[in-house]
């Protein structure tokens, strides 16, 4: 009879379930975001509270048998949120304990392969992100921007960030999950924002940014349609590269 | 700064600066330092794409368009009859720096027209550098070109300051040059280019010995040249752009395709089509050089002296080597992998390390990412299925194509008929 283990969403959560997994013996396991959990019809559920220490334990486990390169793919690959993808790691999980050697990167096992796609996706949007993020300044001198990516990205986000901005203030903000991360020229911290039930993410409000704002932004706009070669125009290409589900939040595209 | 005026200036002075493709912002180890601002040491990002589908990564514009060269290929040049402006040092420094706080761009690629003369052009492009490094404390990308003929003290100068410097030779052939751009000569471009490439030596050098040398322009030198102005060939590029890569260790060249700006009788006329198809196979040529272990000689030679526009330049070599397949995935080294057509590097890392645990099959390639529909004819895997035939490479290429979709094949049937 398959067991349910019902986790709080957090990686820590999802690494607590492995642990348990395996201290139950548990032969037919799948894990399941609380947030998504249905009760099931055949079968048994069981919540799991988190535990750092148990997560701790597997994340060492697993890192004695890969490089470090190969270690980061299984947290990439949980923040794309994908519904099976509980099943994916904990099929990997169970192979990587299996084997004597390192099998992290044998792209011939099928969820090895798909955890390799995931990640890719993911760190794929984490670069994109990095790209399409466009800060505004406001009156209260905080370069602010909002994204809304397809994969929870945001915790991958802060290093590059920091580095590259360490003497301004800024906030990301992910209007789809809900929280954003701000750094206040010390330490980048995560914080949940209660938004103006007026507040259009697409536009550049006067009440909330600094006047010369606009300016910049309409800068921006006529260096974007100045550097374009129009005998070579291919739209193709270009949403290709800037899909058209990022638009919203691009200054140049609006 | 006054908005209206630099506005104005922008929209000529970028529009002046597009026909430089070069966008890269990677290769540099510039790293934040003592919290400033910027940090050129990540690997490149494009911040957005224009609707010709091209990266946009850095601001890229022109301080002046103001010239007085006259080369028949170039927009700015004397004789044409625009609008020209001229951009203070100030608002190159405030317009990077707003940007780049907005997280629009990786940083400034500066070019200019030449006025007065090559070293007071120069000196202004050093200048613009130097403020953003030494009063902002900006630590983003600043791509500077080196101006032909400028004196070798102020490259060694804009080295300090710049991650790459670029010289470019725009006209592939000596003979090209004489005609289309008459007051420039070959010797003027490769200066510049030589102090470059000794500082960047000694820099290396010295680093080994002092650990707080100065960096001296980490992200190399690139350059670029123009595709389909002057009747080259395509072997007459390639083998300018190998020998620019071997005797001056340059980071990349650029093959930009001669979009029409002119009525004038020695080039294409206005209307003529972008030759994009044959800059997409330079660009590949390129690649297979430098990251597939291609020697130029096995691409282009006498008896083939320009590139198949309906197949890439790998699958063009297979087809010319048929003695060298079919290879057995299982067993190959590595650079004999990278040589089967319808393999990029990713698939052969890929299949290298997956065929440590089993032997791979068709199943295996496909899953992995393998273009099967060109690499089928050329290999054999853990399988009893494999191309039996004894196919010629006439039939092997009419197989390849009746199967396989173009996104090129609208552009090639009208390429084809521009120089067949």
Redesign the interface.
């Known amino acids: 009879m398959e067991t349910t283990l019902v986790y709080d969403g957090t990686f820590d959560g999802f690494l607590t379930c492995v642990f348990t997994a395996y201290e139950m013996k548990l032969k037919a396991v799948s894990m399941v975001n609380e947030k998504l959990f249905q009760e099931p019809l055949f079968g048994t559920s069981e919540v799991i509270i988190t535990e750092q220490e148990k997560a701790n334990r597997v994340w060492a486990g697993l890192k004695k048998k890969m490089s470090s390169n190969e270690l980061r793919r299984f947290y990439y690959a949980f923040l794309s949120e994908n519904p099976t993808v509980e099943t994916t790691l904990y099929q990997a999980i169970l192979y990587v304990f299996a084997s004597t050697k390192n099998v992290a990167s044998d792209f011939g096992n099928v969820h090895i392969l798909e955890l390799s796609k995931l990640t890719k996706n993911v760190g794929r949007e984490k670069h994109r992100m990095e790209a399409f993020v466009r800060f505004k300044l406001t009156k209260d001198v905080i370069y602010f921007a909002n994204i809304a990516p397809d994969f929870n990205v945001l915790p991958l986000l802060k290093n590059h960030f920091e580095k590259r901005y360490a003497d301004q203030k800024w906030l990301i903000y992910d209007l789809k999950r809900k929280y954003g991360i701000y750094y206040d020229l010390q330490t980048t911290e995560l914080i949940s924002l209660e938004l103006d039930a007026n507040f259009d993410p697409s536009k550049t409000s006067s009440a909330i940014f600094a006047p010369i704002e606009l300016e910049f932004q309409q800068l921006w706009k006529d260096y974007f349609r100045s550097t374009n070669i129009k005998s070579r125009k291919n739209m193709k290409l270009h949403i290709q590269h800037v899909p058209k589900r990022y638009w919203k939040y691009l200054s140049e595209k609006q | 700064m006054s ?1 209206e005026r ?2 104005e200036k ?2 000529i002075l ?2 002046a ?3 430089d493709v070069s966008c890269s912002s990677s290769g540099s180890n510039r ?2 330092k003592n ?5 050129a ?2 690997s490149g ?12 990564s850095l ?2 514009i022109l301080l002046t368009n103001h010239c007085i060269f006259d080369c028949a290929y170039c927009v700015t040049r004397k004789s044409n009859d625009i609008k020209r402006a001229a951009f203070k040092v100030q608002e190159v420094v405030d ?1 990077t720096i ?2 780049y ?4 761009i990786e940083g400034l690629f500066l070019s200019s027209g030449i006025f007065k003369s090559a070293d007071y052009t120069m000196e202004r492009l050093v200048a613009v550098a130097k403020k953003l490094r030494l009063e902002e ?1 900006f630590n983003g990308y600043i791509h500077l070109k080196s101006i032909p003929g400028a004196s070798d003290e102020l490259m060694r100068e804009a080295g300090l300051y710049a991650d790459r410097l670029s010289v470019n030779i725009e006209i592939p052939t000596e003979k090209g040059l004489k005609l289309l751009a008459p007051d420039k000569n070959r010797a003027d471009f490769i200066k510049p280019m030589e102090k470059v490439k000794n500082e960047i030596i000694l820099y290396k050098n010295e680093k080994k010995l002092i650990k707080s040398t100065p960096k001296y322009a980490p992200a190399g030198q690139s350059t670029q040249m123009i595709v389909g102005a002057s009747g080259e060939s395509d072997m007459q590029i390639m083998y300018t752009s190998n020998y620019f890569y071997k005797n001056f260790n340059l980071k990349r060249v650029y093959y930009s ?1 001669y ?2 700006i002119s009525y004038d009788t020695r080039l294409p006329q206005i209307g003529t ?2 030759p ?1 198809l044959r800059e997409n196979r330079l660009y590949q040529t390129d690649w297979l050089l430098r990251f597939y272990g291609f020697n130029i000689e096995e691409i282009l030679n006498e008896q083939n002296q320009s590139l198949d526009l309906d197949i890439d330049p790998k699958l063009g070599w297979a087809l010319r080597n048929l003695h060298e397949f079919p290879v057995d995935i299982n067993k190959a080294d590595k650079r004999m992998l990278a040589r089967i057509p319808g393999l990029g590097m990713k698939s052969v890392f ?1 299949i290298l ?6 032997q ?1 099959n068709w199943d ?1 390639l496909k ?2 990412g393998v273009a099967l529909n060109r690499a089928q004819y050329f290999i054999v895997c853990a399988s009893n299925q494999f191309e039996r035939r004894d196919l010629t490479s006439e039939k092997i290429k009419g197989l390849i194509l009746q199967n396989s979709k173009s ?1 090129y094949t609208a552009m090639l049937s009208n390429q084809l008929n521009l120089f067949g």
């Open positions: 908005f630099v506005q922008l929209n970028a529009d600066a597009k026909y790293t934040n919290k400033g601002l910027g940090d040491s990540a990002i494009c911040h957005t794409y224009t609707e010709d589908g091209r990266c946009v601001l890229k317009l707003n940007f706080r907005r997280n629009y404390n395709g979009v029409p089509p972008v994009m890929k390390n997956a065929r440590r645990y089993r791979l295996h899953s992995i996104k």
